[in-house]
Nanobody, 126 residues
Framework: QVVLTESGGGSVQAGGSLRLACASS????????MGWFRQVSGEEREAVAV???????DSADSRKGRFTISKDKPKNILYLQMNNLTPEDSAMYYC????????????????????WGKGTLVNVSA
């Protein structure tokens, strides 16, 4: 099975930015749907943004305008650009993939994903 590895997390002050990256163990891996999820201890994991095989994106309403998901196709790397961060954004962020559609935040929250990375921690201080 393909292995997903996240990087780019860390500690930043409110208003700062981070760029998370997710690398696949297989360079040509191109599933129907990939996305970024977040989870705070004691709460359910939830989708932040997803991107389909053809490049169509969907994101949680609370993140639109601040978070942007994208793919570097030649390198097969998934990114999440996070701008204007707030303490409420602090969480463990996971990269995930699914060989199914639809590729929307709502659908993936409901039906889940097939492959998960181990996560990268984001901490935003006031």
């Amino acid at each position: 099975q393909v292995v997903l590895t996240e990087s780019g997390g860390g500690s930043v002050q409110a208003g700062g930015s981070l760029r998370l990256a997710c690398a696949s163990s297989h360079l040509l891996y191109n599933p129907d749907c990939m996305g970024w999820f977040r989870q705070v201890s004691g709460e359910e994991r939830e989708a932040v943004a997803v991107i389909s095989k053809d490049g169509t994106t969907d994101s949680a309403d609370s993140r639109k305008g601040r978070f942007t998901i994208s793919k570097d196709k030649p390198k097969n790397i998934l990114y999440l650009q996070m701008n204007n961060l707030t303490p409420e954004d602090s969480a463990m962020y996971y990269c995930a993939a699914a060989g199914r559609t639809p590729c929307t935040v709502q659908a993936r929250n409901k039906y889940g994903m097939d492959v998960w990375g181990k996560g990268t921690l984001v901490n935003v201080s006031a």
